[in-house]
């Protein structure tokens, strides 16, 4: 019997019992494989983390991408970093208001793999015409962008090896710059429990560089422990624009979007920002700040 199997941490580990093998290969920058399972289906792994599956990307994917899209809604520019299975791309382009996106990946291969053996996540939002993808390096690619961007989303790898850099306090900076003045950035956050501390440094350099950090909170069950996390920083308070006092509430209605989600509503969205004591005791946050 082979179980595909993934170590986040020290003392836990966390295994998928696989039906049979679909791709493995050795990459420039990494093992990909892609293996078959009853319990989440098609399962990208890359050297040996658990990236997405066929059967429940939708919750990671739904809320990295969702929230952020909604909390204002006229955004017209955006950049995806990393996100090589597409599954955040389709999720960005199901947002009429979008113009143009561009998409860095570092490993060409990943996009070929996931586009020949796990099409399902991705659908046809790789030949839409509003999507550039670049094969390159998300950090180099910041440092002097085609255009400044609305809306900047960080779907990396867990930050170990490469992808540390990823939530460096520099690569923010960047960041910031590349965006548009009432421009933000969503990156997945890692678990709270489980990885204390990538949480709180991504959290504390977002708070470096931007005026406005929110963290937020939805289920991965592919992911270690299940209990994930997302951060967005922010040029601008999210609470007060435009014209409105509602507390991180979409600005625009999320009805068209809700009719391709099984995770995101609007509910779910604003329930997601209330976060549970021992994360603010962890961030410094302060007990009545919701
Ligand atoms: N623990 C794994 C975190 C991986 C986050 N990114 C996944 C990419 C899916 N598009």
Redesign the pocket.
């Known amino acids: 019997m082979k179980w595909l199997k993934e170590k ?1 941490i020290d003392g836990a580990e966390y295994r998928i019992k696989v039906k049979n093998t679909i791709y493995e290969k050795h990459s420039k920058y990494q093992k990909i494989e892609i293996v078959d399972t009853e319990l989440f289906g098609k399962v990208l792994s890359l050297d040996n ?4 599956s066929t059967k429940d ?1 939708f919750f ?2 739904e809320m990295l991408v969702h929230p952020i899209m909604t909390l204002n809604g006229l955004e017209k520019n955006v950049l995806i970093i ?4 597409g ?2 791309l389709k999720r960005v382009l199901q947002h009429e208001n979008v113009k143009s996106v561009y998409l860095v990946e570092i490993d060409e291969d990943v996009i070929k793999t996931c586009k020949k053996y796990i099409p399902e996540i991705a659908e046809d939002a790789w030949s839409d015409s509003r999507v550039n993808v670049i094969i390159g390096d998300g950090t180099q690619f910041i440092k002097n962008p085609p255009v400044l961007f609305d809306i900047i989303i960080i ?4 930050p170990v090896g490469p992808a540390k850099v990823l939530i460096k306090q520099e690569f923010y900076n960047d960041c910031r710059n590349a965006l548009t003045s009432y421009g933000k950035l969503v990156t ?1 956050s ?1 678990s709270p429990y489980i990885m204390p501390n990538e949480f709180t440094q991504i959290y504390q350099n977002l708070k470096k560089v931007f005026p406005h950090v929110y963290t937020y909170l939805a289920p991965v069950p592919l ?2 422990s299940g209990f994930w996390s997302y951060t967005i920083g922010s040029k601008y308070n999210c609470h007060y624009f435009p014209y409105t006092h509602h507390y991180k509430v979409p600005k625009i209605s999320t009805e068209k979007i809700e009719k391709h989600c099984n995770y995101y509503n609007k509910n779910i969205h604003e329930a997601s920002f209330i976060l549970p004591t021992f994360i603010k005791k962890q961030l410094n946050l302060s007990k009545n700040q919701k």
Not at 82 to 85: A, K, N
Not at 155 to 158: A, H, I, N, Y
Request: net charge negative; no cysteine.
């Open positions: 986040a983390i658990f990236q997405t990307e990671y994917h990393g996100g090589g299975d599954g955040s779907d990396g790898s867990d997945q890692e992911y270690t």
